[in-house]
């Protein structure tokens, strides 16, 4: 890309990206891409960067890409941003936008312990995290962090269905990188809360 399809402003990318949360609230999926050329359009069979050139994002199917080059611009933007917001509503959603390019960002994740009131949507924000960070420590850390209160403070109802998930969740993350010391501690660290005794001897079988 020449210099003048970089002429962006960080607040430009950033209000884009928000605008992408809010036509689609579903985005299962993130991803860089850093070759535009080889994208190909599905419905149209055409080259994006052929007919788009001033792509910053791309979302298809709940699936929402980054155009790599604006990364560090929109970044150094959210940085600032942090810096000088005070407004709870509008940090979830800068902490949000920090994670989903940086997911090992310490201060964005304490900043939301502090600020986040629906936990469960938290675990769906993670799940969304891993999609592209699935070794990030400090993301499997704030995870663990939103399970203790919704088992141990909360004591919620439906423990099994959240158990199963955390187990597709740490299965999936394997499958990205299969010596994911992270997804495989965690595994073992949710077999304490598993009550069925036939459901636990098949999970320790798995770690095996």
């Known amino acids: 890309m020449d210099k003048h399809s970089l002429d962006i402003s960080g607040k430009e990318l950033y209000d884009e990206l928000n605008g992408?949360?809010?036509?689609?609230?579903?985005?299962?999926e993130i991803g860089f891409i850093y070759?535009?050329?080889?994208?190909?359009?599905?419905?149209?069979?055409?080259?994006?960067?052929?007919?788009?050139?001033?792509?910053?994002?791309?979302?298809?199917?709940?699936?929402?890409?980054?155009?790599?080059v604006y990364i560090p611009i929109l970044y150094t933007y959210l940085q600032h941003l942090l810096k000088k917001t005070s407004n709870e509503e509008e940090l979830l959603i800068i902490t949000r936008n920090i994670l989903?390019?940086?997911?090992?960002?310490?201060?964005?994740?304490?900043?939301?312990?502090?600020?986040?009131?629906?936990?469960?949507?938290?675990?769906?924000?993670l799940d969304l995290i891993?999609?592209?960070?699935?070794?990030?420590?400090?993301?499997?850390?704030?995870?663990?962090?939103?399970?203790?209160?919704?088992?141990n403070v909360k004591n919620i109802n439906n423990k099994q269905d959240v158990i199963l998930h955390e187990m597709d969740i740490c299965h999936?993350?394997?499958?990205?990188?299969?010596?994911?010391?992270y997804a495989w501690t965690h595994r073992q660290w949710m077999l304490q809360y598993i009550k069925n005794m036939n459901f636990l001897l098949i999970q320790l079988n798995a770690l095996k």
């Open 172 to 181: 999936l993350a394997a499958l990205h990188y299969s010596k994911n010391y």
């Open 35 to 68: 070759n535009l050329s080889v994208f190909q359009h599905s419905k149209e069979g055409k080259n994006y960067q052929d007919t788009h050139q001033d792509l910053h994002f791309i979302l298809e199917q709940h699936k929402l890409g980054f155009i790599a």
């Open 130 to 151: 891993f999609t592209k960070h699935p070794k990030s420590g400090e993301a499997w850390a704030h995870r663990k962090y939103i399970l203790k209160y919704l088992f």
């Open 100 to 125: 989903l390019i940086n997911a090992d960002h310490y201060t964005a994740w304490n900043i939301r312990k502090k600020l986040i009131k629906q936990y469960k949507k938290e675990l769906i924000f």
């Open 20 to 28: 992408y949360f809010s036509i689609d609230p579903f985005i299962n």
